[in-house]
């Protein structure tokens, strides 16, 4: 059977061996080879549960509202897009929009907030003149004095502007969405980061209820499948690029592209049975990876409601659409190219996607991701109130994946009927053109 | 005479390879300098926070030029050719070594000055470093190819370490990637020093293999 030969070829690669060697190096480093050290407890009275974050507007509000008019005044924002420190200085119409949301928040004027710059506070007296009916006066000691019409207030250099008592959450939480636009997302004021800005301590109350949640709706063992794919996701998203990527180019390698093109065996056939040997190959050692980790806490929880099924679930609807995603773009560019640019490509969105799930890891899931991440044995209701987003975007993965086999089905079969060329010509082109340069050039 | 005769030989092989091999490789790390910026914060950042997109992204430049320097001769039918020429292939080897090192330092060095005009504060150490964690991800991968003839798995060594450098940096001290962003420089000479032993190795290598097959 071909599928069961393109299987062994497979697995006896020395690519395989090497993509086996991180998947055990991986879970072992990462320390979910082993869970029989962290064991999920009913909590008991009097313990510390730690911290967790909480939407609380009045914490949120304020301490955000601060850190936003902090940095307006120093037009410097801390962003995230990618989950890289980003410095971001906005220009002269941006900082304005800014200021129109701090006025909205704070009911100080946009002309005020604009007009306030801490940069010449130490000139002896300074006059800005704004729009002919305001005048700033920027003193020796650092004070401020603006004169509007006959009106004469007095601001010092860390002029007090605060939050406006009569904001709602939902209109503050629509400005913060519009600030976030302005400093192009990722900032401390997008929807997952307000968060961030209101810690409580877990309460006896939430603990209980976490647990019970941990032992109805994972059987404790779900916990556990979650977070070694978690970790595991991470280097599954990638390497099947490489396996893919390496079966292909082996018969290009060992000249057997003619020989193969000129069999009965069909191009659908031939495509398919090699997308699922690799798809298959890269599953096998997960699941057996995946049961060995959950197997060493099945005694810790004798006598309870267990999953015995968890890690199959797991790895088969967390795990597999990112290998096959992989797997199916190393196979579709290599066949087009006849190059292992598939890796660049497909490393390209594996990196920023990885970077992106910094801001994800507490289990928040979107449409686009193409490795979920959970990085916490707890959080089960994120997970139970995510698990929609998370169920489209596995299948949206998966099709998106199926789409790149037909598709690769489509340009073997055209390159055995000696229609489409490869990369070479490309390269050749390429080569062509800098030739003829430098012919002109002499 | 002889003197003019080599340099001459020397610059025709460069000039050959430079177009058909690395000019589509130089294009692909063309393509992630652009992307950096996009990707990344590049104005004005400190010296520490302008490690992160130098180590981050910069430095994988080092797998693209370096990694598929034997990658030609894996094609049994240039093999062949190859090994039927006068001129012995290490020596060809060595040329695209030397100009894989130039395109990586020139590319460090316009990044550099890129991030210096948007208010970076970019050091001499920051320069070297990144040019050193480039080349050392690049000659791991190289060492692979020398040894595996592989291409998908001299991709794959390279970009393993990068994220087990990611996930466990802690552990690995001396052969930190990522140790600029701490402001730790001290690992990069290590990481030089290393990539320079790794290059060296796998042209010893491949030269062992190259005499092997010529025997053959």
Same mark, same amino acid.
């Given at each position: ?31 979910? $080879? ?20 909480? +939407? ?7 301490? *955000? ?74 003193? +020796? ?12 207030? +007095? ?47 877990? #309460? ?74 690799? /798809? ?5 050692? #997960?699941? $057996? ?8 806490? &099945? ?18 609807? &967390? ?30 969105? &594996? ?53 790149? /086999?037909?598709? #690769? ?20 082109? $390429? *080569? ?11 | ?75 049994? @039918? ?12 290490? !020596? ?6 030397? !100009? ?20 970076? @504060?970019?050091?001499? @150490? ?34 393993? !370490? ?55």
């Amino acid at each position: 059977m071909l599928l069961v030969k393109e299987i062994k070829k497979t697995l006896f690669s020395i690519t395989f061996v090497v993509f086996m060697t991180a998947l055990l190096v991986m879970a072992v480093s990462q320390d979910v $080879i082993d869970f029989s050290y962290d064991i999920i407890t009913e909590p008991k009275l009097g313990e510390d549960y730690g911290i967790q974050q909480k +939407e609380i507007p009045e914490l949120i509000m304020p301490a *955000a509202f601060s850190s936003l008019y902090n940095e307006f005044i120093a037009n410097e924002y801390i962003a995230y897009p990618i989950g890289f420190y980003k410095n971001v200085k906005l220009s002269e119409a941006d900082r304005e929009k800014m200021a129109e949301i701090i006025s909205v928040l704070s009911d100080v004027s946009v002309d005020d907030l604009l007009g306030y710059d801490v940069s010449s506070n130490t000139q002896d007296k300074m006059v800005i003149t704004l729009d002919g009916s305001q005048n700033y006066a920027v003193q +020796e000691d650092g004070s401020i004095i603006i004169s509007k019409d006959d009106e004469v207030s +007095e601001i010092k250099d860390n002029m007090e502007v605060t939050l406006s008592a009569e904001i709602s959450y939902e209109e503050f939480k629509k400005c913060m969405k519009r600030a976030d636009d302005i400093i192009g997302g990722g900032s401390n004021y997008s929807e997952d980061s307000l968060l961030r800005y209101s810690y409580v301590a877990v #309460t006896y109350e939430d603990a209980v209820k976490s647990y019970q949640l941990i032992e109805s709706a994972d059987k404790f063992t779900g916990a556990y499948a979650r977070f070694f794919c978690d970790y595991v996701g991470v280097i599954l998203s990638v390497l099947p690029v490489f396996i893919a990527v390496a079966v292909c180019l082996k018969d290009r390698r060992a000249k057997m592209n003619d020989l193969i093109y000129a069999r009965k065996t069909s191009s659908f056939r031939l495509m398919v049975s090699r997308y699922f040997a690799v /798809v298959i190959a890269v599953m096998l050692p #997960t699941v $057996i990876l995946a049961y060995i980790s959950n197997s060493t806490v &099945w005694g810790e929880y004798s006598g309870m409601s267990i999953d015995y099924l968890a890690p199959l679930k797991y790895t088969i609807g &967390w795990l597999m659409p990112s290998v096959m995603i992989a797997a199916a773009i190393g196979m579709f560019f290599t066949e087009l190219t006849e190059t292992p640019i598939a890796i660049a490509i497909h490393g390209l969105w &594996w990196f920023i996607d990885l970077n992106a799930g910094v801001n994800r890891l507490r289990g928040i899931h979107n449409l686009f991701e193409l490795t979920p991440r959970h990085n916490s044995l707890r959080n089960t209701q994120i997970f139970l109130d995510e698990f929609n987003t998370l169920t489209t975007n596995r299948l949206l993965i998966t099709g998106v994946a199926l789409l790149f /086999v037909a598709a #690769t089905v489509i340009v073997y079969e055209q390159k055995r009927r000696g229609k489409l060329g490869s990369y070479g010509k490309i390269k050749n082109y $390429i *080569a062509g053109m800098a030739n003829r340069k430098s012919k002109s050039a002499s | 005479m002889g003197k003019s005769k080599t340099t001459l030989q020397v610059w025709q092989i460069a000039k050959v390879n430079l177009r058909h091999n690395f000019l589509p490789l130089l294009l692909l790390a063309v393509v992630i300098m652009i992307l950096t910026p996009i990707l990344f914060g590049t104005t004005g950042l400190d010296s520490k926070a302008a490690a992160v997109p130098l180590e981050m992204l910069i430095s994988i430049i080092g797998i693209i030029l370096l990694v598929p320097i034997f990658q030609p001769e894996q094609d049994e @039918e240039i093999r062949d050719l190859v090994a039927s020429k006068y001129v012995d292939s290490t !020596y060809v080897h060595l040329i695209r070594v030397i !100009y894989s090192i130039i395109g990586i330092v020139l590319l460090v060095m316009v990044f550099s000055i890129f991030m210096i005009m948007f208010g970076c @504060e970019i050091t001499i @150490e920051l320069i070297g470093g990144t040019i050193a964690d480039a080349m050392f991800l690049g000659a791991i991968g190289l060492f692979t190819s020398a040894v595996t003839s592989n291409a998908p798995v001299s991709f794959m060594i390279p970009l393993l !370490y990068y994220v087990l450098n990611l996930t466990m940096k802690s552990r690995f001290g001396n052969f930190n990637l990522f140790s600029m962003m701490s402001s730790d420089y001290h690992p990069n000479i290590w990481l030089f020093v290393s990539s320079i032993a790794f290059i060296v190795i796998a042209v010893l290598i491949k030269r062992g293999f190259d005499k092997k097959y010529r025997l053959v």
